[in-house]
């Protein structure tokens, strides 16, 4: 029983066998060729490859934010949003970015850091990778404003002083462009555009007359010049008048040459003066003088004579 059951799945295995291998032989050919394999899907397949790109800073306080840099063009979509970081934008592979720096009022850009260097204006990345990109920003120079021409205060005098030491004054020309902002103890200020040339003139009070200058400008001269190339602070120094000084021919004291009428030497009337040797013409009030002074020594001699003559007779 045993041996035929065995005999029966030899039988069967060889049947098999026989078959398949008269199927193999009898195949047309590239039956066995064809590719028939399932297609794996590849995510992505097709898609350019897309990098992404940061600018600024992230979880600042937003009084600490001096600017802000503005893409162009503006990116394929958002990164997804994350707290605490900094502007993110999605660029295909290759893209050209332009950066260009906002900055805040009072503020200007300085330069690139990050993933740029330098400070051209507008910066430019090339989105091979992921980058990211920071502005800094500097507090501007007093008086720099985009657009408009640089301006530079000009202080003339002294400030915080009691009104009975102010001696003069310096009157200023051209007008400033506008007046400094008012602080209590401040001397005179304008505002003038850069480059600008202003004539500086001293006023003395009456019985004082101008010196020198001192602080940005030096020497005597009248008017004085300064040129506006930064911020300017002028004084004027004046002294007390000598006895006459200053004033206008004809005022005070004559001048060389002349006699107390205004008259010249030897041009005087004959009636108002009296000639010495040399015909020099005097002022009358010299004249007088010297009349008082002969009557004077002819009284003492006559009082000598008169003395004399007494003592004789009591001899």
Known sequence: ????????????????????????????????????????????????????????????????????????????????????????????????????????????????????????????????????????????????????????ELKLGLGAVSPEFILGQILPDPDPVELCPSLPGQPWCGLYESGAEVLLTPQPKEGYVFSHWTGNLSGSAVPGVVIMDADKHVTAEFTLAAEGEGELPGEGEPMEGETAEGETEGEADDDDCQCCGGGKAVAPRDAIQRMLGDYLLLGLSMLMLLSMAVAGKRS
């Open 1 to 152: 029983m045993g041996k035929q059951r065995g005999l029966s799945v030899g039988i069967c295995f060889r049947a098999v066998t026989v078959v398949l291998t008269a199927w193999i032989c009898c195949a047309p050919v590239g039956a066995f060729s064809e590719d028939r394999s399932i297609p794996l899907e590849v995510e992505g397949e097709g898609e350019e490859e897309r990098f992404s790109l940061m600018l600024g800073l992230g979880a600042v306080s937003p009084e600490f934010i001096l600017g802000h840099i503005v893409p162009d063009p503006d990116p394929v979509e958002s990164c997804p949003e994350l707290p605490g970081q900094p502007w993110c934008g999605q660029y295909e592979s290759g893209a050209e970015v332009l950066l260009t720096p906002i900055p805040n009022e009072g503020y200007v850009f300085s330069h690139w850091t990050g993933d740029l260097s330098g400070s051209a204006v507008p910066g430019v990345v090339i989105m091979d990778a992921d980058k990211h990109v920071t502005a800094e920003f500097v507090l501007s120079a007093e008086g720099e404003v985009e657009g408009e021409v640089e301006r530079f």
